[in-house]
């Protein structure tokens, strides 16, 4: 006869595996009354087995917990390079716009763009000199 509990949809399954495990343990009367007893080996086989389980699954936890922590050590150097690029991006624009500045003013005072023979392909010396440091 089919466990009552195995159809019944307001059950998990699991909730259904262990209401059925359950009904069948005294059920075993109904099967001729005795119980086979498990012998001494098979005892130690599921310790051991067990323990072989125990063991890899404490080697999985570790394994998944080192590599959630190497992820988060590269999240963590990859935000400081982040907020590192940001801070260079920002030095660099402040000085392209100070060059732009420096260019528009020296724009207004450079001869050679205000020089009327401005075809010449060589500069003079006299006025490369007015437009450079000093």
Known sequence: MPCPHTHD???SWLSRVWSC???REPMSEERGGQERPE?????????????KN????QRSRK???QKADKLHEEYESLEQEN???KREIGKLTDEMK???????DHEKICPLLHCTM????IPRPDALASCLPR
């Open 118 to 121: 401005n075809f010449v392909t």
């Open 98 to 104: 100070h060059l732009s500045e420096v260019l528009k």
């Open 9 to 11: 949809p307001g059950l």
């Open 54 to 57: 125990r063991v890899a699954a």
């Open 63 to 65: 394994k998944q917990t």
């Open 83 to 85: 907020t590192s690029l």
């Open 21 to 23: 495990r359950r009904f």
């Open 39 to 51: 012998s001494r080996e098979e005892d130690d086989r599921k310790v051991r087995r067990r323990e």
